[in-house]
Every structure is written in structure tokens, then in C-alpha cells.
């Protein structure tokens, strides 16, 4: 059940014949999908079909992968005899034997003194026959994350809205003293246009227009609308069952941008006051919405 945090640990196991593949997946927040695979060396190449399966589980964060291979070696080296080496060191050496006159035989110990005429070859693993084996512990590595994650997505889930209800009431709060305001704000505002125009004759009726428009202004209905829009879209985001993050990570700008030019708008201490504490409440919002995928 969605929302999923970002951060989370998985262990998956797979047996084989005589050996036994760990995977191991660790997960914290990123902005995008960030993966880190680290395979035995033998095994380098299946690096990129590592990375599809993880990206098709995991939709952001970053991402470390760690394989390790317990039990017998897949592949065991084995040492080879250079036959066509080995044959020219001991003509070389006998030819040295029989030109100088030295009263000895080549012996095999001098032959091994000699590089190249026994090396250490590693035998290339079968990836087809690995590759199952890897896929399975992945597997479980990924849905054993992946249970964390939801764990932790759950509880992400009811701080948010324990805070986004907190926000949604100093909103509401804000709503209730706008009509007060507006009438204060008229009111002031005609107190100021009779002092700067005392003594000229201004017609009562344009005058109460004028008052009106600049009175408009200041209305912030249009900012509290769009605000409900914004809290309805962040619970409903909060429920889907799609990876969400960025999408609240955008909605947390759309806040800001509304609760800014609300606390510019009306002059008021109140709601200044209240501006800063709305601020506070995004602030915390955004930094546990970082955590959801």
C-alpha cells in the first residue's frame, strides 16, 4: 500500500549445489532512481540485468546492491602446463648442457624455475546457470525491502496528515477573521482617503468605489480557494496506490507560493503571525515528503 518510504534494508537467500548466493539491498531517498551493484568480480557482467530488475521494483531513491557468493566457487582456476613453452626451455637448457660440457641433467626443477611453463587460468562461470540462482535472492531482497519500506511508508503516511490537519486549521482560522478584516481594511482605507482629500469635493459614491477596488486588492479568497485545492490533492496523493513523492514535493511549492502571497497581501500582525506559522508547518511537511517514493 502506497505511500512507501525511501529508506529500507532486504536480505534474500538462494541455495545451489554446493553454494549459496546473498543479496543484500539498502535504500535511502534521492531524488531520482540511483543504483550502486556490487558483484563478484566473475560476475561483473550481470550488472545491467541487476539494474532492470530494480528499477522495474524501485521507482527512486538510492539504491546499493551487495552480491556475495558462500559455499564452493563456481568456477574454480585451475593451473595449466604451456606445453609449447615448456618444450623450448628445456631445449634451451639442454643446449646450454650440451654446448658447455656441464656435467648435469636437465631436471624438472629447473623447468619450474622457468615462468610461463605453469600458470593459473580462472574458468569463465556459466552466467546462465548463475543468473536464476542471483534473480531468486534479488527477489527476495527486493520484497523483503520492500516490506520496511511500506512499514515505513505507513507511518510517513499518518505524520503527514497529523500535520497537513494541523496546517488545514490555522487556514481555517485565517478564513474566519477575512470578513472582519475586509471591513476593517475598508474602513481604515476611507479614514486615510478622507484625511488626504479634506477640504475637495469628491463625489461620496466614486469615492466609496475607489475605496472598494483598493479594498479588493488585499482579498485573499482566491489564495484560501486554492489552498483547499492543495489539501484535497495531498490526501488524495496520500492514497494511491502510484509512487507519489514528487508529486507532493511539487504540491509543497504550491503552499509556499499561496501562503507568501497571502501574508502579502494583508497587512495585518494576526495574520502575519499566522503566515509564519503556516511556513513552519510546510517546512515539515517537506521534510517528510523527501522520504516517500
Not at 147 to 170: S, Y
Not at 202 to 222: F, G, H, N, Y
Not at 264 to 276: C, D, E, M, Q, R
Request: aromatic fraction near 4%.
Amino acid at each position: 500500500m502506497r505511500p512507501r518510504s525511501m529508506t529500507g534494508f532486504g536480505r534474500g537467500e538462494a541455495l545451489g549445489e554446493g553454494r549459496t548466493w546473498v543479496a543484500e539491498v539498502r535504500t535511502v531517498n534521492h531524488r531520482f532512481l540511483d543504483q550502486r551493484v556490487i558483484l563478484p568480480r566473475l560476475f561483473a557482467a550481470l550488472e545491467e540485468p541487476v539494474k532492470k530488475m530494480v528499477a522495474a521494483a524501485l521507482d527512486r531513491g538510492r539504491v546499493d546492491i551487495t552480491f556475495s557468493l558462500l559455499g564452493l566457487a563456481v568456477a574454480e582456476p585451475r593451473l595449466v602446463i604451456n606445453e609449447c613453452v615448456a618444450r623450448q626451455y628445456h631445449h634451451c637448457l639442454q643446449q646450454l648442457v650440451n654446448d658447455y660440457g656441464l656435467d648435469s641433467a636437465v631436471t624438472l626443477k629447473d623447468m619450474l624455475t622457468s615462468r610461463d611453463v605453469i600458470s593459473l587460468e580462472e574458468q569463465r562461470p556459466d552466467m546462465d546457470a548463475e543468473w536464476p540462482l542471483i534473480s531468486q535472492a534479488l527477489t527476495a531482497a527486493l520484497n523483503d525491502c520492500d516490506i520496511m519500506r511500506e512499514k515505513e511508508g505507513q507511518a510517513l503516511q499518518t505524520d503527514l496528515l497529523n500535520r497537513l490537519v494541523k496546517f488545514e486549521a490555522i487556514v481555517g482560522q485565517i478564513e474566519n477573521m477575512l470578513p472582519e478584516l475586509q471591513q476593517q481594511r475598508q474602513a481604515d482605507l476611507r479614514l486615510r482617503v478622507n484625511k488626504l482629500l479634506d477640504g475637495l469635493d469628491i463625489d461620496p459614491v466614486r469615492l466609496a468605489q475607489e475605496t472598494a477596488i483598493m479594498a479588493d486588492k488585499s482579498d485573499v479568497t482566491e489564495e484560501i480557494t486554492r489552498l483547499g485545492s492543495h489539501m484535497a490533492q495531498f490526501r488524495a496523493f496520500l492514497v494511491s496506490d502510484e509512487p507519489v513523492g514528487r508529486r507532493l514535493d511539487f504540491l509543497m511549492q504550491e503552499f509556499l507560493r499561496e501562503v507568501n502571497t497571502l501574508s502579502s497581501k494583508i497587512a495585518n500582525a494576526s495574520i502575519a503571525h499566522l503566515g509564519v506559522e503556516m511556513k513552519n508547518e510546510i517546512e515539515k511537511l517537506r521534510e517528510q515528503v523527501q522520504n516517500i517514493e
